[in-house]
């Protein structure tokens, strides 16, 4: 019943979709900006070789990955007003959760291609007379970077699919708002859901296809000859 | 070394903040009995200019968003009302239905009106004002079979949902009903409109909305077994708010304006086979 699909362009519904992926991207993008300016250094610490650095380390990664994300949300939601009496608005408190959780990922990321570096790279800079800083700043890193973008690529389209938890603190998103439509026209259009879902998942496709396009491009690019 | 030394300072500073800040809200899951922080008085409230009442989102026709992306349901009727009469604009948030009560309890809504079903255990965690509605059992069945009370059943085909009232109610109260149990709503209706079963036993409004699209089939009881109520919530311990809410539907009921609410929004679903006295409660008492 194609029919179903005009339901879409009816009164301001394609506008709220849109509204919704909205919300969706930018809790994504921001948390993500944060947990890789975040994720970098906390990486470089979990290479450390001070066992109590690596067991605080560790402590915090597994938290965060035991921890389902709708509980960690909330904690922070809800709880962090219940006791401290902060009283965050859901998208600030989701883009907390998702930086909590993007910044443990992304150091593990960092840490994994950090230590899969060749030893040599870091003796022969050492032999040239670079200090240790200026080992990690002008060939740890950079050599890092290249192996971490299509793992953060990665890490960046799943927290655009888990925003789709932050209904749950009442931040209407574009899953929710599909399921209003679904459910406001129940009556009319009995059999519209798999019309407003198939225009759901078009729309996380053109947000998740370009970002994983261009990481193609500029491994590419960087590829070491 | 400077750098490195600077980059492990950082990073260990980050692990430390996020570590403390979910550790100590942790400890808070089990703390009940919290402090009045964001318990918004009805003067507070007027004062303000606006009063913020949880509501569903996609429970249509009770609360949902309409193509213009306004909130519109029976229990949004009722919301504006309030709203109207406080002389306040009226802030929706859209709650899920496991939710509802940490919304109240933080402080983050002053009001929920999401189809809130009475019980004792929630009424231990919020206050609820009298009810506006009410629920009990219905039973779809085939129109052909002329069934109209419970005694019709004896020797029919009933199908449940496992783990609904509808289930405990036939089990405890009427054993020589023949139970068809299914895990879905969806199987259940599949069932009954494919004839495995003769009737279909579940929540009179779920029932009620049911029948009318399906041709030949239609809502033999309308009410059956123990009536819950549903109500308006506020926070523990938020008097004022519970008063005012009261005194209103007091108010509300000699203009009927409950019944004025089910014509503007549940008939249009339920159509006019159902007296809007088997779901509608004025004046917050159930007759």
């Known amino acids: ?25 930018w809790i994504a993008l921001v948390s993500m900006g944060a947990s890789v300016v975040l994720g970098l250094p906390f990486g470089v610490v979990m290479t450390s070789k ?4 690596k067991l605080l380390c560790r402590c915090y ?23 401290a ?5 859901g998208e600030f408190a989701a ?45 740890i890193l950079p050599l890092a970077v290249r192996q971490l973008l299509p793992q953060t690529v990665n890490l960046t389209t799943r927290m655009i699919k888990t925003t789709s938890l932050v209904v749950l603190i009442g931040v209407v998103e574009v899953l929710k708002v599909a399921q209003q439509i679904i459910d406001a026209n129940r009556f009319q259009y009995p059999s519209a859901a798999l019309w407003i879902y198939g225009v759901v998942f078009f729309l996380y496709f053109i947000v998740c296809f370009p970002i994983s396009w261009l990481s193609r491009r500029l491994e590419a690019r960087w590829q070491i000859s | 070394m400077q750098r490195r030394t600077f980059l492990t300072a950082l990073g260990a500073f980050a692990t430390a903040t996020t570590l403390a800040a979910c550790g100590g809200s942790t400890q808070s899951g089990s703390s009940g009995a919290s402090s009045a922080v964001g318990l918004r008085t009805v003067d507070e409230i007027k004062s303000a200019g606006t009063i913020i009442i949880g509501v569903f989102s996609d429970k249509s026709p009770f609360g949902y968003v309409d193509s213009s992306g306004d909130y519109a349901g029976y229990d949004i009727e009722y919301g504006n009302r309030i709203a109207q009469d406080l002389g306040v604009e009226v802030k929706y948030v859209p709650v899920e239905a496991a939710s509802r009560v940490e919304f109240l309890q933080t402080g983050k809504v002053d009001l929920i009106l999401a189809n809130f079903t009475v019980t004792p255990e929630r009424a231990e ?31 029919k085909k009933v199908i449940v949902v496992k783990g609904t009232t509808a289930e405990t109610y036939f089990e405890d109260n009427h054993p020589e009903v023949k139970l068809q149990k299914y895990d879905q709503y969806t199987e259940a209706t599949n069932a009954l409109a494919d004839g495995r079963g003769d009737a279909w036993a579940t929540d009179n409004t779920e029932a009620l909305a049911w029948a ?6 239609t809502v033999g009881i309308t009410s059956l077994g123990a009536v819950d109520t549903i109500a308006g919530a506020v926070r523990k311990g938020n008097t004022t708010l519970l008063e005012w809410l009261n005194e209103e539907l007091v108010e509300l009921g000699n203009e009927q304006f409950f ?29």
């Open chain 1, 1 to 25: 019943m194609p029919s179903d699909l005009e339901l879409i362009f009816q009164g301001s519904n394609l506008g709220r979709l849109l509204g919704g992926l909205w919300v969706s991207v």
């Open chain 2, 212 to 217: 009318p699209n399906n041709p030949g089939f």
């Open chain 1, 85 to 89: 009496g902060l009283n965050l608005s």
């Open chain 1, 50 to 53: 001070n066992r109590l650095v």
């Open chain 1, 61 to 83: 990664l597994e938290f965060v990955r035991i921890m389902p994300q709708l509980v960690l949300l909330f904690l922070v939601f809800f709880d962090l007003t219940k006791v």
């Open chain 2, 125 to 155: 965690k919020v206050d609820f004002a009298n009810p506006y509605m009410k629920v009990s059992l219905g039973v779809v069945a085939k129109q052909d079979l002329a069934i109209t009370k419970v005694e019709d059943l004896a020797d």
């Open chain 1, 95 to 139: 883009v907390v959760v998702f930086t909590i959780w993007g910044t443990a990922e992304m150091g593990d990321l960092v840490r994994g291609s950090i230590t899969s570096i060749p030893r040599h790279q870091f003796e022969t800079a050492r032999a040239l007379g670079m200090s240790p800083a200026q080992v990690q700043r002008h060939v």
């Open chain 2, 259 to 287: 019944h004025a609410a089910y014509d503007k929004t549940l008939r249009l679903v339920y159509g006019d086979a159902v007296p809007a006295d088997e779901l509608v409660v004025e004046g917050g008492v159930v007759a």
